[in-house]
C-alpha cells in the first residue's frame, strides 16, 4: 500500500512540476509625465498566460534603480487579469519624486541620459500553486529629450 502511495505522489509532483506556467517580459521602459510632485516612467510588460482560463493579478512590485541606488518603489496593487490563452500587455507607472532627482543630476550631466535597473515582481494566483511571482529585471538608459527635440 505504501508502494502505491509513493507512486501517487511522485505521479502528482512531477505534473505539477512539468505543468506550463505564465511568461513575463519587460518591453519598454520610457519617460512619461513631469509633473509638480515628479516625474512618471513608464514601463510595459507582456506576459503569456498558458491557462484556457484568465488569471488574476495580485498586484505589481517594483524597484527602480539608478547609479546603484534605489530611486523609487511601491507597489500596484489589483492591475486586473490576464487573458486567456494569450498576451497581455500592462502598463506599470512608476513615480519617482522630484527631490530625488537632485541626486540623479551628475549622471544626467556626464551623458544626458539616465542609467537604470528597474526590477519587477508580478504576483499572481494562480490555480493548485496559489500566490506565484515572476521575477523581471531590465537595465538601460533612457535618453533624455533636448531643446532641439522639443522645439523641432
Known amino acids: ?39 512618471q516612467y513608464d514601463a510595459k510588460v507582456s506576459v503569456t498566460n498558458p491557462y484556457s482560463v484568465s488569471i488574476p493579478i495580485c498586484e505589481i512590485s517594483y524597484t527602480l534603480k539608478s547609479a546603484g541606488r534605489v530611486i523609487a518603489s511601491g507597489t500596484v496593487p489589483d492591475p486586473g487579469s490576464l487573458k486567456a490563452d494569450d498576451s497581455t500587455m500592462l502598463d506599470v507607472a512608476v513615480k519617482v519624486p522630484h527631490s530625488v532627482l537632485v541626486s540623479l543630476v551628475r549622471d544626467i550631466g556626464a551623458d544626458w541620459d539616465i542609467d537604470y535597473e528597474l526590477e519587477l515582481g508580478l504576483t499572481m494566483d494562480l490555480p493548485l500553486f496559489g500566490n506565484f511571482t515572476i521575477p523581471l529585471s531590465q537595465k538601460g538608459e533612457i535618453k533624455l529629450p533636448t531643446l532641439k527635440d522639443l522645439l523641432f
Open 1 to 39: 500500500m505504501s508502494e502505491l502511495l509513493d507512486k501517487a505522489k511522485n505521479f502528482v509532483a512531477d505534473k505539477l512540476a512539468n505543468m506550463k506556467k505564465p511568461e513575463a517580459s519587460i518591453t519598454d521602459v520610457d519617460l512619461g509625465h513631469v509633473g509638480r510632485d515628479g516625474i
